[in-house]
């Protein structure tokens, strides 16, 4: 049912039909999603420097102490100029390395409500968390912090970052420092967001193979879900509220998805061999649920190339479907659009039980 879905709506697939076709074509689908969708990620910094800029007092006890509690500061070198954003770091003390998150966040404190830090470390994971306004703001100045930083004044070209490059390209530097502390299991982090940062989880996810589980709460329009054909939000809904979220290309494809090149699945498919988890809410109509699975169906295909598997079935999931048994999960928890308990209560668990040795 679902693959006629897909012919009916026109979603193109990649063509692979090998693993070794996937991997020859990659190198140009990353190219060609940058260059239309979201722009091109800014160039590696001169030079980066991670400043613990804990605050509070060594009296000052977290988590009944069964945690520590970091304050970091990254602070950027780039063509000779300076900027910086800070994020958060709780690790649990396991004494052993624990695998952990990167959440991309809306908000700077932890715990805030969608990054329930003491439950996360009660399950044994080590969480860092990003305020995606702390990097630049969620607006269409790009003279802000990170964005001003980069664009120095330039005008934006067809190609230069939207809004969510930048975003993930801040996790990125914030993969890298996780990757110096011994504390963490470098082969077991993730990346998660919700929403607009659920699409931000995929780019830095699809992009950075360091993350070995990429991780989008309800991402909708620019995320998990198939733009052709697609409920609530469309591509031109998007772009008249949100168009600094993208390059300026993407401004072509309004009202014109069929002239992409690509869908969504092929972001999602830039994942595999690593797992992704795609999520849903069953009264988020505007993100619509049935796009953000056929999203996750498409891309399995690719996860299949490799031997992978997705357990969903070929048909539109219903309110309270979750589908576990594989390396691509999907679950849509009955409710509103929001990162809940519910939706950490299925990752972490997963997580858990996938582990890379
Ligand atoms: C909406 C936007 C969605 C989604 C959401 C959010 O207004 O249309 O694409 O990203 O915001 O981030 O909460």
Redesign the pocket.
């Known amino acids: 049912m679902l693959r006629e879905e897909l012919i009916k709506r026109g979603v193109p697939m990649p063509d692979a039909s090998t693993k070794e076709d996937w991997i020859a074509l990659r190198p140009q689908i990353k190219e060609t999603i940058l260059r239309e969708v979201y722009g091109e990620f800014p160039h590696k910094p001169d030079a980066i420097e991670y400043k613990d800029v804990t605050q509070w007092g060594l009296e000052e006890v977290f988590m009944a102490g069964d945690a520590d509690k970091y304050q970091i500061r990254v602070e950027i070198t780039y063509d000779g100029r300076k900027g910086s954003f800070p994020f958060n770091l709780a690790i649990p003390k396991a004494g052993r390395p624990v695998p952990a998150l990167v959440a991309i966040n809306f908000e700077s404190g932890s715990p805030y409500k969608y990054q329930p830090t003491e439950e996360i470390i009660d399950n044994g994971f080590a969480i860092a968390g990003l305020c995606y306004n702390d990097v630049t703001k969620d607006n269409d100045d790009f003279s802000d912090n990170i964005a001003g930083l980069i664009y120095n004044g330039e005008p934006r070209t067809a190609t230069s970052p939207g809004k969510i490059a930048i975003w993930s390209w801040a996790a990125s530097l914030v993969m890298d420092y996780l990757m110096t502390r011994p504390e963490i299991d470098h082969k077991n982090i993730a990346v998660i967001g919700h929403?607009?940062?659920g699409?931000t989880s995929l780019v830095t996810g699809a992009f950075d193979e360091r993350f070995a589980f990429v991780i989008a709460n309800d991402s909708?329009?620019?995320g998990a879900a198939i733009s052709r054909g697609k409920g609530g939000?469309s591509i031109e809904?998007?772009i008249d509220?949100?168009p600094y979220w993208f390059c300026l290309n993407y401004q072509k494809y309004v009202g014109k998805e069929d002239a992409m090149p690509i869908d969504q699945n092929w972001l999602l498919s830039l994942v595999a061999p690593r797992k992704l988890m795609i999520a849903s809410a069953s009264e988020d109509l505007?993100?619509d649920p049935n796009s953000e699975y056929l999203g996750a169906f498409a891309a399995s295909e690719i996860f299949k190339l490799y031997g992978l598997s997705f357990a969903g079935p070929d048909r539109f999931p219903v309110p309270g479907d979750s589908f576990y048994d594989g390396d691509v999960t999907y679950h849509q928890r009955i409710g509103k659009?929001y990162l809940s308990r519910k939706d950490w209560n299925h990752y972490l668990p997963y997580i858990r039980t996938h582990l890379n040795k």
């Open positions: 929403s607009r940062l699409k909708g329009c620019g939000e809904k998007i509220r949100f505007w993100a659009h």
